[in-house]
């Protein structure tokens, strides 16, 4: 019942130019794809340019972050509003680079969360563990004080809500390091998630929000992520930046 979702986040990479090359060829490569969602997440200055680009097709755009706040004097701050405004339908927030170097909280993706979700954006809100925390055995601590932020200010969503909230479960240690994490590290992580969201949101948000895998995902390695009942699709950084790679891993995503 839940359609897988994959979103490439492209980081700090590409020009227009090289944004409007990618997606042109994602386009029309993935045009017959169905049963999966995807979406891309270029970097600020490009949203505008891919969302007109992507008009006439499925593939959505999302913004990398946003802000809390619609207007006001936060020089260099990018609103919900203003996201919807360029193309934008999604929100990565709370990326573990986010939280890294920027300096990203419980606190502030609860209100990036809320904000995004009441400007009519879908929120990708990222859990996950770092290296020394797993080896720690507290993973699971990690993941629910993440999921506690994410959810703080979200309420009681109803169904149509549920449909724009997406975690994504990237532990830190797989980002960018070619490490991924097996299937069944990822799914017994993934089927907390789910436990956790039917004791804390509701039954029916347990059932309805995707949850995504991310963490060096790439061609050979998404099948055997995909299969796994409780993935449903991925966020992935480094194999979004070229069109084959990433093509292959939204194929892999469809529900055998
Ligand atoms: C990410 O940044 O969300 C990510 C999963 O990156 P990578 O696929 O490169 O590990």
Redesign the pocket.
Known sequence: MRTPFVVG?W?LHKTIAESLALVTELKNQLGALREVAVGVAPPFTALNAVAKRLEDSSIVVSAQDCYWEEKGAFTGEVAPGMLRDAGCTWA?IG???RRQFFGETDETVGKKVKAALAAGLGAIA?VGETLAQRDGGTTFQVVEQHLRGVFADVGAPDAALLERIVI?Y?PVW?????R?ATPAQAQEVHAFIRGWLTENVSAAASAAIRIQY?????PDNAVALMREPDIDG???????LQAADFVAICRAAKPA
């Open positions: 986040n980081k990565i990326h573990s680079e990222c994504a990237e797989a980002i960018g390091t070619g991924t991310g963490g060096s995902v790439k991925a966020l992935v950084g480094g194999a979004s």
